[in-house]
């Protein structure tokens, strides 16, 4: 049930999914990485990760701070995936769901939304 694919394909797909971000939103988006990684240690059936202080809970402390990462999981999307389809599709919900999370918004609206 995984799929192999090389390294800079993968790659090629998390740059893919962050354009389809409407333009006006991907503006907004400040002091973010976007990193990928073979997997989580600490749960490794993790799809992705956002780490840092949601744009919604920014305040004046928050000036000069690292930037805020968003980790995408390589080797754990691709075991969920059956085809690269599959995994084009999940990478792009995986995406977006950071990306929401450093929007503010949270698990249970994600789901609402269908990207959960």
Known sequence: MSVSM??????ELVGEALDIIPEALAAAIDNVVVLV??????EPGLLGLYHGVAL???DSH?????????TIY???LLD????E???VHEVAVTVIHEVAHYF?????????LGWG
């Open 85 to 87: 389809e599959d995994v």
């Open 62 to 70: 928050y000036a000069g701070s690292l930037p805020d990462t968003i």
């Open 37 to 42: 990684d073979a997997r989580n240690e600490e």
């Open 74 to 76: 390589r080797d754990a």
């Open 104 to 112: 503010g918004i949270e698990e249970d609206r994600l789901h609402e």
């Open 80 to 83: 969920m995936c059956d085809s």
């Open 6 to 11: 090389t390294d800079e394909r993968f790659d």
């Open 56 to 58: 919604t809970e920014r």
